[in-house]
């Protein structure tokens, strides 16, 4: 079962796109036999190998319901749950076996961890592999993420992580995040935030399509999709991780 640590990351992401609504410059997904390149509007799901245009609309958000869509978790697994309540969680939402599910300590950090992999997670989009990560000091749950890749399935491919990533996208963007927290389609070192947005309490659901890039005709940058993560993140700017106190080095 693949090992990955997922705090870091995230936070390094919301450093990044931390301004707010962005869209990508001419960084894709590859795909062979791919159409004709052709423009693309921020959350309509794209044909694999079409550029996203840049422009004045293309970032463009649905307007905010009454309600901003709140972040509490995965399913039945809920931010503060402690580790015995997400692995009945986990038990509830995927009937998982206690020794289906693994632990992993993150030894910089200091956090645990619990994964279990899934297939199916998304409807015909292969196994994937669940994280629950807990805090330093609460001991409690801030952050679940997924990720699909050949080492959760080795049947997987680019074409296949880039459909999961469209639908994922086009889902998440009609579900009521606040829109100034919306960014889609931002190139990132080592592949393209799909997604990102967050709600009313700064609790954020980060979509990342992660992979390799090639300069293609007229500077054109193409990715070809190695692994698609999902992150749904209690407090992505001040996670509960070990650090140094301040003056000890």
Do not use: C
């Not at 297939?119 to 994280?131: K, V």
């Not at 469209?166 to 829109?179: T, V």
């Not at 080592?190 to 709600?199: A, E, L, Q, T």
């Amino acid at each position: 079962m693949r090992k990955i640590y997922l705090v870091p990351a995230v936070v390094g992401l919301l450093t990044f796109i931390a301004a707010g609504p962005l869209a990508a410059q001419g960084a894709v997904p590859k795909q062979k036999a791919a159409p004709a390149p052709r423009a693309a509007a921020a959350g309509a799901p794209a044909a694999a190998g079409t550029p996203v245009a840049a422009g004045p609309n293309s970032a463009e958000t649905p307007a905010a319901d009454d309600k901003t869509k709140a972040i509490d978790g995965f399913r039945s697994a809920k931010f503060g749950m402690n580790e015995a309540d997400v692995r009945a969680a986990m038990t509830k939402d995927f009937n998982a076996k206690p020794d289906a599910i693994k632990s992993q300590d993150n030894a910089s950090e200091l956090t645990h961890s619990i994964l279990l992999s899934v297939p199916e997670l998304l409807p015909n989009g292969g196994t994937a592999e669940l994280s629950y990560v807990f805090g330093y000091k609460s001991k409690s749950l801030i952050q679940v993420g997924a990720v699909w890749s050949k080492a959760t399935d080795a049947a997987i491919t680019p074409e296949k992580l880039f459909s999961n990533a469209n639908i994922l996208r086009a889902h998440f963007m009609g579900e009521g995040f606040k829109p100034d927290s919306i960014a889609v389609n931002m190139p990132v070192a080592g592949g393209i935030v799909m997604f990102r947005g967050s709600d009313a309490k700064d609790r954020s659901v980060i979509l990342l399509l992660q992979g390799t890039f090639e300069n293609k005709e007229n500077n054109q940058r193409v990715l070809t999709p190695t692994s698609l993560l999902l992150f749904y993140v209690a407090d992505a700017k001040s996670p509960d991780i070990f650090k140094l106190p301040p003056g000890q080095f």
